[in-house]
Nanobody, 127 residues
Framework: QVQLVESGGGLVQAGGSLRLSCAAS????????LGWFRQAPGKEREFVAA????????SYTDSVRGRFTISRDNAKNTVHLQMNSLKPEDTAVYYC????????????????????WGQGTQVTVSS
């Protein structure tokens, strides 16, 4: 069972930056693709970004491309989401998710493609 623990959320003004981190318990961390999703109040959980086990494949949703950067450090079992130029519409609970499925890339935008989830961290962007 992989445990994922997010950190780094908080309150920031529009235009500011935050860096989210997700620490994993799994020793074979590099074999897991990791993703970030977010869920705003009253809305469905939506895909934000994802990265393959070796970092060679990266995907972003259109609304964050150019502002957010996903990266991973397999030596430290950690994945990061650097969020710049934050907007009020980025306000949500951000979740880290992971999977070891070999078919992950095809379904990477979907909640169902991931087997493990963290508890989430709140990001609030004030206008």
């Amino acid at each position: 069972q992989v445990q994922l623990v997010e950190s780094g959320g908080g309150l920031v003004q529009a235009g500011g930056s935050l860096r989210l981190s997700c620490a994993a318990s799994e020793r074979t961390f590099s074999s897991y693709a990791l993703g970030w999703f977010r869920q705003a109040p009253g809305k469905e959980r939506e895909f934000v970004a994802a990265i393959s086990g070796n970092g060679g494949l990266i995907s972003y949703t259109d609304s964050v491309r150019g502002r957010f950067t996903i990266s991973r450090d397999n030596a430290k079992n950690t994945v990061h989401l650097q969020m710049n130029s934050l907007k009020p519409e980025d306000t949500a609970v951000y979740y880290c998710a992971g999977t070891s499925s070999s078919s992950w890339w095809r379904g990477r935008l979907s909640v169902g493609a991931y087997d493990y989830w963290g508890q989430g961290t709140q990001v609030t962007v004030s206008s």
